[in-house]
């Protein structure tokens, strides 16, 4: 849209205007490894980045447990492959 269009001009060093983070903090707990990670649109980078944090964590010991499941909406493809959790 209009505003990608605007970003996409814009060249190393200039000044924008930026908004965020949007939304209400929240700590993963242990007690709930079940995690329901929903996102849409501009919400789903956070999202897979939450879940891969997650993963890597319990993966790496520091938080064992963790299943994240992210569940995702957009009106246009994904730029990337679509794989089964």
Known sequence: GQGLRALSRARAGDV????GPIGKGFVPHRERPRALLVGGGVGIPPMIYLAEHLRDRSQEGADEG????VLMGSE???PFPL???
Do not use: E, Y
Not at 16 to 19: A, M, V
Not at 66 to 69: G, I, N, Q, S
């Open 76 to 78: 246009i493809p994904f």
């Open 66 to 69: 963790f299943k994240p499941l």
């Open 83 to 85: 794989r089964p959790s």
């Open 16 to 19: 924008i205007s930026t908004l």
